[in-house]
Structures are given as C-alpha cells and as structure tokens.
C-alpha cells in the first residue's frame, strides 16, 4: 500500500445509512479518518442523494435519502467532513463523477482507501471502478458495514476478493501501519 499517492474516501457515513447493522462502523471510520487527517493525507467523503423517479424509485421502491436529515453526514464526522480536501456529492453507488474523477486525476492519487456504507454497494462499486480506472484500490474491512446487516456485509467483501483482490482487502491497523512507516519515512527525508 503506498500511502504517499494515496486519498481516504469515507462513503456515505450518512444518517439515512446508519441503524442497528450499521452504527458500529461509525466510530471506526471516525477514529481512521483522525489518524490519516493527523498523518497530513487527503481526505474525501461522498453524500448520496436519491431524486424522484430515480432508479432506486423505480426498481427497488426506495424513497429515502431525499433530504435532510437522512443526507446529513453523521455528527461524529461533521467536522472531518468540513475539513476534508472534498465532499462529493452523487447519485449513484459509485465515488467515480465527473468531479470525483478529476479531483483524483489533478491530485495525482494512485491508490484509494475505502471506507463507510454500504460495503456490498457503494464501497465495493467504488473499489471497483477505481480498479478498472487504473488506481490501486483498498478496502479497509473494519471500517465498513452494510446497513441490511452482517451477512450482506461478508457478501460484499467475498465479491471484492474476486473483484480487486484478497490482498487489497485490509484492517485499520494495517491502514495505521503505513500511516506510522510513511511518517518515519518522511523524518528521515
């Protein structure tokens, strides 16, 4: 994992996603998001928005997450959000809009570290476009839920071993690991 060429991307921890399934990955995504802002990398967050007539709407029944306070950012990450290097925000799973896509690109990030809810939809979708765009995509599995449960949760992870690989798939302290090893790194500088 090369953390020097590397972005948080803290999805959707939103009101509408947390419940019962969800809450834990709060507080774990709130503690990585401190340690990687502390360490000086670049932070970015996605809001999801579902419109009318949205293809949630009309295939899945799903009205939710139209407005406030469902969209809102979840309290335990407001400030980080305020003070990310961007908030994207988008209509669909995945992190990769036309905004999102030239931020990475201008920045020059090679690797994306994932994190939030959904793990079998947003988080994977946006792995996986990040794999197909050519950045090297990482999971950090700890740090994700699903909002339908655990069970989807573990879903989700098994398709992305088979779709960005085993070894792209790693815990917070990994994750913490690398922060620490790049900072000495770069005291040795």
């Known amino acids: 994992?090369?953390?020097?060429?590397?972005?948080?991307?803290?999805?959707?921890?939103?009101?509408?996603?947390?419940?019962?399934?969800?809450?834990?990955?709060?507080?774990?995504v709130a503690d990585l998001v401190?340690?990687?802002s502390a360490a000086g990398r670049p932070v970015i967050f996605t809001r999801y928005f579902n419109y009318p007539d949205s293809p949630y709407e009309r295939f899945f029944q799903w009205h939710r997450?139209?407005?406030?306070?469902?969209?809102d950012i979840v309290t335990e990450l407001?400030?980080?959000?305020?003070?990310?290097?961007a908030v994207v925000d988008k209509t669909g799973y995945t992190l990769f809009t036309p905004e999102a896509t030239d931020l990475i690109s201008q920045a020059g990030w090679?690797?994306?570290?994932?994190?939030g809810i959904a793990t079998e939809s947003c988080v994977l979708k946006s792995a996986a476009d990040a794999f197909e765009h050519g950045y090297a995509p990482w999971i950090v599995?700890?740090?994700?839920?699903?909002?339908a449960g655990p069970d989807v949760h573990d879903a989700g992870l098994l398709v992305a071993r088979r779709l960005i690989g085993t070894g792209q798939l790693v815990t917070r302290e990994d994750v913490v690991g690398q922060l620490t090893a790049y900072a000495g790194a770069a005291v040795l500088e």
Do not use: K, Y
């Open 34 to 36: 401190a340690q990687w």
């Open 78 to 85: 407001t400030e980080a959000a305020a003070r990310a290097h």
């Open 65 to 71: 997450l139209q407005e406030p306070p469902e969209t």
């Open 110 to 115: 090679t690797s994306l570290v994932f994190c």
């Open 1 to 28: 994992m090369d953390i020097g060429s590397a972005a948080l991307v803290v999805i959707d921890m939103q009101d509408g996603f947390v419940n019962h399934h969800s809450c834990h990955a709060v507080p774990a």
């Open 141 to 147: 599995t700890d740090s994700c839920a699903s909002d």
